[in-house]
């Protein structure tokens, strides 16, 4: 009869122990899950790019993580901006060319900012463009809180070119990093 109740015993002990260790388990994924939905909340999204007007350096398809906290943008970022006037508002990916108060131009023989053209075709500003014969477009000093963006592959991307200059307010966010594919994983230049 001892021996019945001290494995009866030993029974309840192992079952409290793995509920212990149940409980713990389904603890440590709740905290993970708000970890990961925080983060995704107020640090970082994930969007997907679509269309071609960025290729080479990002593709149709391709994933990435985007980020806004603390972000003000500035020349050279690859940026996700809600799309004024095209698109029905279609958030886009671009990159930004000029910034408050820059002179932007753009001359047959390329962009121009504060006077000094872009040597997009070499990488020396981290990426690059292939060469393309641009449509003149006059001067334009950038408005207060606005920037100007421009697809890497600027024979079809609809950019600022077409819709204007646009709002700070409108840029959902500075690409941080690609996920996806597997094959590119990393940071976006």
């Known amino acids: 009869m001892e021996n019945e109740l001290l494995h009866a015993e030993q029974e309840t002990t ?3 122990e793995s509920l212990r260790e149940l409980y713990s388990t389904v603890e440590l994924l709740a905290i993970a899950a708000a970890i990961i939905l925080l983060f995704f909340s107020f640090i970082a999204r994930l969007t997907v790019v679509e269309g071609g007007s960025m290729e080479n350096t990002l593709l149709g398809g391709d994933k990435l993580v985007i980020s806004n906290l603390f972000y003000t943008p500035d020349r050279g970022d690859i940026v ?5 006037k095209v698109n029905d508002g279609v958030a886009i990916v671009k990159r930004v060319i000029a910034v408050e108060g820059d002179t932007v131009a753009i001359r047959k023989d390329g962009v121009y900012v504060n006077g000094e053209r872009l040597n997009e075709t070499d990488g020396s500003l981290g990426y690059t463009i292939e060469a393309y014969s641009y449509r003149p477009m006059a001067p334009q000093v950038i408005g207060k809180d606005k920037v100007f963006v421009l697809g890497d ?3 079809v991307s609809l950019d600022s070119r077409s819709f204007g200059q646009v709002d700070e307010s409108a840029v959902i966010g500075r690409v941080l990093f690609r996920i996806f594919p597997l094959s590119s994983f990393g940071a976006v230049d």
């Open 153 to 155: 592959h600027r024979s």
């Open 80 to 84: 996700i901006v809600q799309s004024p």
């Open 14 to 16: 192992q079952k409290k």
